[in-house]
C-alpha cells in the first residue's frame, strides 16, 4: 500500500509541472518567507558561512532565472456566472487567472537543486550518502512542492541553515524571476491586479 502511495505521489509530481495552474501570492510567497525565517534563525556568522551564502545565492539565482526563463504564462478566462441585459441574453461574466507552466525545463533545475543539496549534506554537513538517503531525500523534495507543510515538519540539523537557504533562496528567485519576465505574473504576484472604478466627486 505505501508503495502505490509513492508512486501516486510522484505520478502526481511530475504531472503538475505539464499541466497549467493558477498564479498566487499566498502559494509563491509563502515558501520564501517562511524558508527565509528559518535561515535567519540558524544561520550564524563566520567568513566560512558567509561565502558558502554568497555561493548558494548566486547558485539560486541561476537556476530560477533558468526555470522562470522556460515557464510559460498564458491569462486564462473562465465564466462561472452570468447576467441577462436587456433583451434577455446570457452575457457570462468572466474570471480571468493567470497561469504558470514549469514544464520539462523547472525538472531540471529542480534535479539539480537535489544534487546540489546531496553535495552540501555529504561535503559540507558530513553525511553518509547511501543510496537510502539520496532516495529519501529525493522524496522529501517532492513531498514538500506537492504539500508545502511537509518541508517544516522536520526537524534541522544544527547547520541546517545552508539548506534553508538553498530552498529560501531558490523559491524567492524563481518568484521574483517571473515577476521580472511577465507583466501579467508580476501584477498577481504583487496584487495589482484589482480594478476599480471612481465616479466624480458631488459638487
Known sequence: MTTIL???????FFHEQFEFSSINRLG????????????LQSFSWSWLNAGLLVGILGFASLISWYQAKHTKIRLEETATTYFRDDHQQEVPIYRKDVTAQGGRYYLYGWLVVIVVQLLIEALYLHENLTPHKVWEDFFEEVMADVFSFYRFTRAGAPTSWILWALTASTSLGYTLWL???SPAARRTLFGQTKYRRVTDEEN
Open 6 to 12: 509513492i508512486v501516486l505521489v510522484l505520478l502526481h
Open 28 to 39: 509563491y510567497w509563502i515558501i520564501p518567507i517562511l524558508t527565509g525565517y528559518e535561515f
Open 179 to 181: 515577476a521580472k519576465l
